[in-house]
Nanobody, 135 residues
Framework: EVQLVESGGGLVRAGGSLRLSCVASRFPSGFTFGEYAIVWFRQGPGLDLEGVACISAKDGSTYYADSVKGRFTMSSDNAKNTVYLQMNSLKPEDAAVYYC????????????????????????WGQGTQVAISK
C-alpha cells in the first residue's frame, strides 16, 4: 500500500510561516505519483478533521478551504514524489496535526474540485506532523 511520510511541523509564532512536506512511496504496480490526488487535512484539539488543500499531481490544479485561501499554497514535485504545503501568516487556529492523504485520480467519482477536501475520498494516510502556534 502507498506509504506517506509527513514532515516540517513545529512551533512557530503567530504570523510566521512553515512548510510541510509529504513524501509518497510504494505505489501499486502500474501507478505513478502523477496519477494521484493528494490532500492535506488537519485536526485541531477537540475539532473535526478539516480538509485544507488538495492537488492533482497530474496537472497541478489546487483547491483550498476558505479558512486558508490566500495564506497557504500547496505544490507538488513529481520527480520527488513529494507535495508541499507552504503556510504563511499562521494564526492560532491553524494549530493542529496535519496529515496528507492520497487517492488515484481516475477513481474519483466526482471532480477533484468538488471531492478533494472530503476525507472519505482518500485511501491512504500518513501519521501526521504537529503544528503549534504561539501567540
Amino acid at each position: 500500500e502507498v506509504q506517506l511520510v509527513e514532515s516540517g511541523g513545529g512551533l512557530v509564532r503567530a504570523g510566521g510561516s512553515l512548510r510541510l512536506s509529504c513524501v509518497a512511496s510504494r505505489f501499486p504496480s502500474g501507478f505513478t505519483f502523477g496519477e494521484y490526488a493528494i490532500v492535506w487535512f488537519r485536526q485541531g484539539p477537540g475539532l473535526d478533521l478539516e480538509g485544507v488543500a488538495c492537488i492533482s499531481a497530474k496537472d497541478g490544479s489546487t483547491y483550498y478551504a476558505d479558512s486558508v485561501k490566500g495564506r497557504f499554497t500547496m505544490s507538488s514535485d513529481n520527480a520527488k514524489n513529494t507535495v508541499y504545503l507552504q503556510m504563511n501568516s499562521l494564526k492560532p487556529e491553524d494549530a493542529a496535526v496535519y496529515y496528507c492523504g492520497v487517492r488515484i485520480l481516475s477513481s474519483l467519482l466526482r471532480p477533484l474540485a468538488d471531492a478533494g477536501l472530503f476525507s472519505y475520498e482518500y485511501d491512504y494516510w500518513g501519521q501526521g506532523t504537529q503544528v503549534a502556534i504561539s501567540k
